[in-house]
């Protein structure tokens, strides 16, 4: 690490600190034996350099260890999140956040050791909180023929937006009730899905999580969303985020392709097994027959539960985290930049199961565990 980022590391931790502990900083400066605040606020915006006797009294004024200023496999003071939970505790929320902060510092703290540059998002939808639903839904259908995702855009969407926008998508296991997050950071962006989750859940939080990151200087999302939007009087960010989402994983061409091959082919089978075949849930692709002027309202309104998509037999989760994710970390393992038990660590996870990850993905490691 560069001594101008850890210095820029070190100011930004502290103040997330201090504002944490409602302190200002004329107070904190006080505890420090500082003359003026000013000292302390170039500290803060990484114009001076802290002493190692300095950074021990600060950790003593703000309660922590040293550590937390210096371990660059951490985000503190930076970087912001979207959670689509429902019925969750705060403190089980806050757990997960912590854990995502530590995959997602991982993953960018070993690119850069390894050379690879922050990259700025490429991409943002001209949208606004005065934007009409039309205008998200005609966004989702631009971005499916410029990223050309195809006849099944859920097969392909995550790919995109990895190799397109740089972004980090993560399937991970997360508390019930935790469908999917959302994460802000300067040269990096992710989107956290609840691999436990079922297929078209999994599919709409993508696309729903990717609304949010094309759109998050304009349009912040809440910390946490909920899983289901109101059609009426809900939040209007969230309507277009799910107008959107059905719009980018179910194309009007796509769709009205499908319908208009369908014959005399029984309604509830026709539903179930294309929703299948595009990755999306029953009750979406209904509805999205219904703002198509394909059926309506008062049709799917009188229908009953849907049963689940035709599948062939129980759902299969996602490997753990991603490809790109698990392939930067086993290249620093192989290498001897991080060492198994720190990377399980920071992963949450034992040895063994780092390295039963690893081999899933195909990025088997040659370290032998003990007996």
């Not at 009953?304 to 490997?319: E, N, T």
């Not at 949450?348 to 040659?366: F, N, W």
Request: aromatic share 6%.
């Amino acid at each position: 690490m560069t001594t101008q980022r850890q210095q820029d590391q070190i100011g930004r931790r502290i103040k997330a600190l201090r504002d944490a502990r409602n302190l200002t900083q004329a107070e904190l400066a006080r505890k420090l034996g500082f003359s003026d605040r000013q000292t302390l606020a170039a500290i803060e915006a990484g114009e001076r350099r802290v002493g190692p006797q300095e950074l021990v009294s600060l950790a003593e004024a703000l309660n922590v260890e040293v550590d937390l200023f210096l371990d660059p496999f951490q985000l503190i003071g930076e970087g912001a999140f979207s959670f689509r939970a429902r019925g969750v505790e705060e403190t089980v929320l806050a757990a997960f956040e912590e854990q995502a902060r530590r995959w997602i510092a991982t993953y960018r703290e070993l690119g850069l050791q390894a050379g690879s540059e922050p990259r700025r998002l490429g991409h943002k939808l001209e949208l606004y909180p005065w934007s009409s639903f039309e205008d998200a839904a005609a966004s989702a259908e631009m971005l499916w023929k410029e990223w050309e995702l195809g006849d099944v855009p859920a097969d392909r969407l995550e790919e995109a937006i990895e190799t397109r926008l740089g972004a980090l998508v993560l399937y991970v296991d997360a508390a019930e009730g935790i469908s999917g997050a959302a994460s802000q950071l300067p040269g990096l962006h992710t989107i956290l899905v609840n691999r436990r989750e079922s297929q078209g859940r999994r599919s709409f939080d993508l696309a729903h999580e990717l609304f949010h990151v094309l759109t998050w200087d304009a349009m912040p999302p809440r910390r946490v969303e909920p899983l289901e939007v109101k059609p009426v009087k809900g939040n209007r960010v969230e309507q277009m985020a799910e107008s959107f989402a059905a719009v980018l994983l179910m194309p009007a061409p796509i769709v009205s392709d499908r319908w208009a091959a369908r014959g005399g082919e029984d309604l509830p089978l026709w539903m179930s097994r294309t929703a299948a075949q595009l990755r999306v849930s029953i009750p979406a692709l209904r509805w999205r027959l219904v703002n198509l002027g394909l059926m309506p309202k008062a049709e799917v309104q009188s229908m009953g539960s849907a049963p689940r998509p035709a599948g062939g037999g129980p759902q299969q989760m996602p490997l753990l985290f991603s490809r790109r994710f698990v392939e930067r970390v086993s290249g620093a393992v192989e290498a001897g930049r991080l060492s198994m038990r720190r990377a399980g660590g920071l992963l949450g996870l034992s040895r063994t199961e780092l390295a039963d990850v690893c081999a899933a993905h195909g990025y088997p490691l040659s370290y032998e565990l003990p007996g």
